[in-house]
């Protein structure tokens, strides 16, 4: 197997940034290039991201922890699947320092080729069996690096859009952000259906799924200059600069906002609980426990992806009509009624799997399309983008991290119920959150 240092090159951030500043000399950015951008740089992340969590429970097993049976390896797998959250918060931190010193264009070229370098180190890496547990070691540091990389990506594109929209048009906005989720579900899930349809389980587990990282890599490169284009121009700086988007000292922000940092990450955790339950989770217990074929489960989430872009897209519609909050509240609360069917649907055979996937699906393109910045208007405004990032990568260290290691831990070894009490945790933070925000709100 080729080692690490075989990797493509990768142009020199100095040259995409000069190139970048070249093409946008004479261009201001509209409105809709900026949801463009904004749906084309989440689509790229969440493709990474969907890419190594598919890959967590078809190959990662199997070519990292052969020592193990296939339970208990995909178990250890999503443990370093954990790390990239963990480490978020942290790439946060540093990011914002670094566009503190060297400006923004400076640091969401460096988040990205880490992210691009991360994902195509793993493309290389050895397994098992030819490098032994170094092998888990190089794994566990490039998933670090993709969590460092995902935590310096924010680029306040987001914030942009919801502050210059229009009052009535907010949800509707907010919601463009979110769609880059199952767009890249939806690619990363059709390449590992192809490809697992395609080749042998031998070929597929020795070089196969190898590809997908190269895709992710090539699109990386892509977005990284998409992204670029926009915020490199005269126009998007003063929008940032009107809207008082400039990055704060965490330390600061902690002690002046740390309360709306724990409301805004709470009050998202509905959605975010139930994002791994229906993406990567199921795809483990089909993987274990049931006769379903895996190409054709894959098939089947990706039509569920479609539909939850259609919620999605749903949801900024009901948002605008009835309130971003309330919208947040009301599919918190149809989620809590969710959990409550969990485990009749994962335990009953091939049609409550796939209703389980589907209505899933479903109500995660409503919860997920508004979860985003919903509370972020608790932030003074010079507190606001770094507020926003870090209420993100808190949702995702809360609600998502460990939510298929212990959905599947706990559910192999003690039933699925345990599904149903993840979930319903969720909701009920969702749920407490949005009510002690409204308090504080009506108080002050």
């Known amino acids: 197997m080729s080692s690490l240092s075989h990797a493509p090159s990768e142009p ?12 946008t000399a004479d261009h201001s950015v509209a409105p809709g290039e900026i949801a463009v951008g904004v749906v084309i740089g989440r689509a790229s992340e969440y493709f990474d991201f969907f890419v190594y969590g598919i890959a967590s429970v078809l190959v990662f097993p199997a070519l990292f922890f052969p020592f193990e049976q296939r339970l208990e390896g995909t178990l250890y797998a999503f443990v370093i699947f954990s ?15 670094i566009q503190r010193r060297w400006g923004r264009a400076t640091k969401l070229t460096i988040a990205l080729f880490l992210l691009g370098t991360s994902t195509v180190g793993i493309a290389f890496l050895p ?45 509707w906005y907010s919601m463009l952000g979110q769609l880059g989720a199952p767009v890249g579900f939806i690619v990363a899930s059709g390449l590992f259906a192809f490809l697992y ?32 284009r926009l915020v490199v121009t005269h126009e998007y700086e003063q929008l940032m600069e009107e809207g008082e988007l400039e990055p704060t000292r965490v330390g600061e922000l902690v002690r002046a ?32 426990y049931s006769d ?17 872009a259609g919620a999605m897209v749903l949801s900024g519609v009901i948002a605008d009509r009835v309130g971003r909050r309330r919208t947040l509240g009301t599919m918190a609360v149809l989620v809590a009624v969710f959990s409550g069917f969990a485990p009749t649907l994962l335990g009953g055979g091939t049609l409550g799997q796939d209703v389980f996937v589907l209505v899933g699906f479903v109500l995660l ?66 749920l407490a959150a949005l009510s002690i925000n409204r308090a504080l709100e009506s108080r002050d």
């Open 12 to 23: 020199s951030s100095d040259t995409l940034e000069r190139d970048a500043r070249l093409i």
């Open 83 to 97: 790390f990239a959250f963990i480490a978020r918060p942290f790439g946060t931190v540093v990011s914002m320092a």
């Open 127 to 171: 397994g098992y069996e030819s490098a032994g547990v170094l092998s888990i070691v190089l794994l566990s540091i490039l998933r670090v690096g993709q969590g460092l990389a995902l935590g310096g990506s924010w680029d306040g594109l987001p914030s942009v859009l919801a502050m210059n929209a229009p009052p009535n048009r907010r949800g």
């Open 197 to 228: 349809a395609s080749l042998s389980l031998d070929d597929f587990l020795s070089w196969g799924w190898r590809y997908a990282f190269f895709v992710a890599f090539a699109i990386n490169v892509v977005a990284l200059f998409s992204r670029l």
């Open 257 to 288: 906002q740390g309360g709306n940092l724990l409301i805004g990450a709470f009050a998202a955790l509905a959605s975010f609980a139930l994002f791994h339950l229906v993406t990567v989770f199921p795809l483990s217990w089909i993987r274990l």
């Open 292 to 308: 379903q074929s895996v190409t054709g489960f894959l098939i089947l989430q990706i039509f569920g992806g479609f539909l939850a």
């Open 365 to 430: 393109g409503l919860s997920y399309g508004q979860a985003s910045g919903t509370v972020t208007s608790n932030f003074e405004r010079r507190y606001r983008y770094t507020g926003a990032a870090l209420t993100t990568d808190l949702a995702w260290l809360i609600g998502a991290a460990f939510a298929p290691l212990v959905a599947l831990g706990l559910s192999a070894n003690f039933g699925l119920a345990y599904v149903s009490v993840y979930l319903l945790s969720g909701a009920a933070c969702t």
